[in-house]
């Protein structure tokens, strides 16, 4: 058991040194690890030196089972935790602490393909509607608006800070923190513009004199920085005002607006390659997952502009 602690807890001191990965994905990882840990431990199994590739395939498929009161992993759950578990056995290899990698054997689970949730612009613009007349529904204006006008994730949203804002270019400027300590920078359009000037200078220093000034541009009540959870809180609120879905797989999230941001700007005939880099993907593969929602646009440009499509 001391054994494969200490080898989990090398990895991701591995991981976070080495490959800087986010806070909420080394969270996940060692939860993963930690499952993986108690599955080899109650297998009998107390050395990485020993896991065989039908364990680590038995593992797999457990967490796809339910176990007693513990419902099993959702496919993109799995995906992940036998990712860190191939993760492992890859560094132990490398570390000398097995002398083979019995992952390699394992095909990792499956995903479903799934089209990204998108809100047509008709829904966005009643999920943006929000009245400003306080400090906190500035904030929460300028947050939503922020959130569609640069595709931001959640995170690089609440991590945004003062510094990262130039309001004063036309468009509007802003520098992300995505994922990885990876950089980039995007425009925004003149209603995010708007929404943020009108919080930076008539609410933000509200909030902020009852913190200790903290950099981040959306502060909570406290004057500290906005966590995850209140964001998607702020955007659940607006989704239910606006008549939008907030439960269930259809429920309007965080990264709804992010896929809505790239659904339309690819029906409206942005390059993908630029779509990629607003996006922050490393690869143009990830992107190409939105050219899916958008045959319905190709099929109207094809029958109004293909001389015998009719």
């Known amino acids: 058991m001391v054994d494969l602690r200490r080898s989990v807890d090398s990895y991701l001191d591995h991981l976070t040194v080495e490959r800087a990965l986010a806070a909420n994905t080394l969270l996940s990882y060692r939860r993963d690890l930690d499952r993986y840990v108690e599955w080899l431990v109650a297998a009998g199994i107390t050395d990485l030196a020993a896991v065989t590739a039908r364990d680590i395939a038995a593992h797999v498929?457990?967490?796809?089972?339910?176990?007693?009161?513990?419902?099993?992993?959702?496919?993109?759950?799995?995906?992940?935790?036998?990712?860190?578990?191939?993760?492992?056995?890859?560094?132990a290899l490398l570390e000398g602490l097995a002398a083979t990698d019995p992952s390699r054997e394992v095909k990792p689970p499956a995903l479903p393909k799934r089209l990204p949730k998108a809100l047509d612009v008709d829904q966005v613009a009643r999920l943006l509607a929000v009245v400003p007349n306080g400090p906190l529904?500035?904030?929460?204006?300028?947050?939503?608006?922020?959130?569609?006008?640069?595709?931001?994730?959640?995170?690089?949203?609440?991590?945004?800070?003062?510094?990262?804002?130039?309001?004063?270019?036309?468009?509007?400027?802003?520098?992300?923190?995505?994922?990885?300590?990876?950089?980039?920078?995007?425009?925004?359009?003149?209603?995010?513009?708007?929404?943020?000037?009108?919080?930076?200078?008539?609410?933000?220093?509200?909030?902020?004199?009852?913190?200790?000034?903290?950099?981040?541009?959306?502060?909570?009540a406290r004057g500290g920085a906005l966590s995850r959870q209140s964001a998607?809180?702020?955007?659940?609120?607006?989704?239910?005002?606006?008549?939008?879905?907030?439960?269930?797989?259809?429920?309007?999230?965080?990264?709804?607006?992010?896929?809505?941001?790239a659904t339309h700007l690819l029906d409206g005939g942005a390059d993908i390659r630029v779509v990629q880099e607003l996006l922050g993907h490393a690869s143009v593969t990830t992107t190409q997952v939105y050219t899916l929602v958008t045959v319905d646009r190709l099929r109207e440009v094809y029958a109004t502009a293909h001389p015998r499509a009719r």
């Open 137 to 220: 529904d500035l904030r929460d204006a300028a947050l939503l608006e922020f959130l569609y006008g640069t595709g931001a994730r959640i995170s690089e949203a609440v991590g945004l800070a003062v510094d990262d804002l130039d309001l004063d270019a036309r468009p509007g400027m802003a520098v992300l923190h995505g994922k990885g300590g990876k950089t980039r920078l995007v425009p925004m359009g003149s209603y995010a513009r708007a929404a943020l000037d009108a919080y930076l200078v008539r609410a933000r220093p509200s909030l902020a004199a009852h913190g200790t000034g903290v950099p981040q541009v959306f502060l909570n």
């Open 61 to 91: 498929a457990d967490l796809r089972a339910p176990a007693g009161d513990t419902p099993p992993l959702s496919a993109s759950s799995a995906a992940r935790a036998a990712s860190a578990v191939r993760g492992l056995h890859r560094f």
């Open 232 to 261: 998607w809180t702020i955007l659940r609120k607006a989704a239910a005002a606006a008549g939008l879905p907030v439960d269930g797989a259809a429920g309007v999230s965080p990264h709804t607006l992010r896929h809505s941001f």
